[in-house]
C-alpha cells in the first residue's frame, strides 16, 4: 500500500487470499483460507520463521488510559484471543462484600451495594493473590475501604436558597469519599495514597439531613469472566485495515462527488496532469467502509473497497487500574500461559499413551505350561 493509504489492484488470487472485499450488499472472501491444501502449488503450512518475519506490532498512539496499535500477520483467531483476554481474564481488584451498618438513604442496600460493585479502584492487581473465601483475608489479597457520610443542614444557608449545594453538607456520596484503610504493612508497601478509586467524582448516592451512609467494603482480586466488574477494559475492540483501490482516474466534478461519497480526510482532491484536477486516496484508514459509493451507479463499477484479512487495527480503553499498554502485555502473557499449558496437557497425554502401548515385561512367562 503507498504512502497515502491506496492500494495497488490485486491479482485475483491475492484477493481471494489476502483481502475482504464489500461490496453492494454482501462482503465477500470472508472465510480464512490460509491452510495447507488451499491452492495448488501454495504451501500455506505453518512456518515459524514465516510467521516471525510477516509478524509485527506498530504502536499508533498512546496515552495512560488508551493505546492504538496494529497487529499485522496474524489468523482472526489469534487477535480475537487477544481481545477476549483483555476483557475477561486480566484480573484487578474490585469490591466484592460491602458491610453495610447504617443506610437510611432512599437507596436499597442491594442497590448501594452493586453501585460501589462497581467503581473502579486504582490498585495494581499484580502485588495481590487470588482469596479463596472470606476465611482466608489477609493483606495479600484484599483491600478494605470506609465509606461514612451524614448529610446535614447548613447553618449559614441564604434563607432563599434552594439549591443543595447551598442547602446541604454532604447531600452527595462520591467514589471520593471511600477512605482507605491499610491492612498489615500495606501502607508501606503502597504509599500513602496509593490505593484508591480511580475516579473520585462517581455518584452513589444523594442524602437529605438525617441521612447517612456507614458502609465497609472489602476489594478482592478477581476476573471479568466472572463478573463485568473486574474487566479491567472499557473497551477492547479490533477492525480490519480499510483499502480503497480507485480502478480509474476520477477528475473535475467527478472527483468532487466521489470525495463527497467519504468521510472527511479519506480522499482528497489534487493537481494532477496538465493541471486537472484528480482524487487520490489520502488516508484510507480512517474510512468507516459506509459504503456510499456503491449509492451512485456512475462511480460504484470503478471504486473497489476492501480490508486486509491479516491486519487488525486494536483499540484498547483501560478503566485506570493498569495502564492500557500494560493491559495489553498481560493478556499476552496470559494467552501464552494457555499455550503452554495446552502443550504440557499433550505431552502428558503422549506419555500416558505410549506407557499403555507398551510391552508387558514379563511376556509370557506367566502362562500355563499345559502339562500338569
Request: with cysteine; hydrophobic share 40%; glycine share 6%.
Amino acid at each position: 500500500m503507498s504512502e497515502a493509504g491506496a492500494a495497488v489492484p490485486s491479482s485475483g488470487l491475492d484477493l481471494l487470499r489476502n483481502k475482504v472485499v464489500l461490496g453492494h450488499e454482501t462482503v465477500h472472501n470472508v472465510s480464512s483460507t490460509a491452510y495447507p491444501g488451499a491452492y495448488p502449488g501454495i504451501d500455506d503450512s505453518f512456518s515459524l520463521s514465516s510467521f516471525a518475519k510477516d509478524f509485527r506490532v506498530d504502536v499508533i498512539s498512546e496515552t495512560d488510559d488508551m493505546i492504538e496499535f496494529d497487529m499485522i500477520g496474524v489468523d482472526a483467531a489469534v487477535a480475537n484471543t487477544v481481545r477476549r483476554i483483555l476483557i475477561a481474564e486480566v484480573p484487578t481488584m474490585a469490591i466484592e462484600n460491602c458491610f453495610i451498618y447504617n443506610n437510611t438513604s432512599i437507596i436499597q442496600d442491594e442497590v448501594l451495594a452493586h453501585r460501589m460493585g462497581l467503581v473502579p479502584i486504582k490498585a495494581d492487581p499484580r502485588k495481590f493473590e487470588f482469596s479463596n473465601g472470606k476465611d482466608d483475608r489477609d493483606e495479600t489479597n484484599y483491600i478494605v475501604f470506609r465509606l461514612k457520610v451524614r448529610c446535614e443542614r447548613r447553618k449559614d444557608a441564604p434563607p432563599d436558597a434552594t439549591a443543595p449545594e447551598e442547602m446541604y453538607i454532604n447531600h452527595r456520596v462520591l467514589s471520593g469519599d471511600l477512605l482507605w484503610m491499610p491492612q498489615g504493612g500495606q501502607r508501606e508497601e503502597f504509599g500513602e495514597n496509593g490505593i484508591r478509586p480511580v475516579h473520585d467524582d462517581i455518584l452513589l448516592a444523594v442524602l437529605r439531613p438525617g441521612q447517612e451512609i456507614d458502609i465497609e467494603v472489602h476489594c478482592i482480586k478477581g476476573i471479568g469472566k466472572e463478573h463485568a466488574k473486574w474487566s479491567p477494559v472499557c473497551t477492547a475492540s479490533y477492525r480490519l485495515l480499510p483499502e480503497i483501490v480507485l480502478l480509474k482516474e476520477f477528475e473535475g466534478e467527478e472527483a468532487d462527488k466521489l470525495v463527497g461519497c467519504f468521510g472527511e480526510g479519506v480522499l482528497e482532491v489534487v493537481p494532477g496532469p496538465a493541471g486537472i484536477r484528480v482524487a487520490r486516496v489520502a488516508n484510507a484508514r480512517a474510512c468507516t467502509m459506509s459504503r456510499e459509493v456503491h449509492r451512485h451507479p456512475d462511480l460504484a463499477p470503478h471504486v473497489r473497497l476492501q480490508r486486509v484479512r491479516d491486519h487488525f487495527i486494536f483499540s484498547v480503553e483501560s478503566t485506570g487500574a493498569l495502564k492500557a499498554a500494560e493491559l495489553v502485555s498481560e493478556a499476552i502473557a496470559c494467552m501464552v500461559d494457555k499455550a503452554e499449558l495446552v502443550l504440557d496437557t499433550l505431552t502428558r497425554l503422549e506419555t500416558e499413551v505410549d506407557d499403555d502401548d507398551a510391552p508387558d515385561d514379563h511376556g509370557d512367562d506367566d502362562e500355563p505350561d499345559g502339562n500338569l
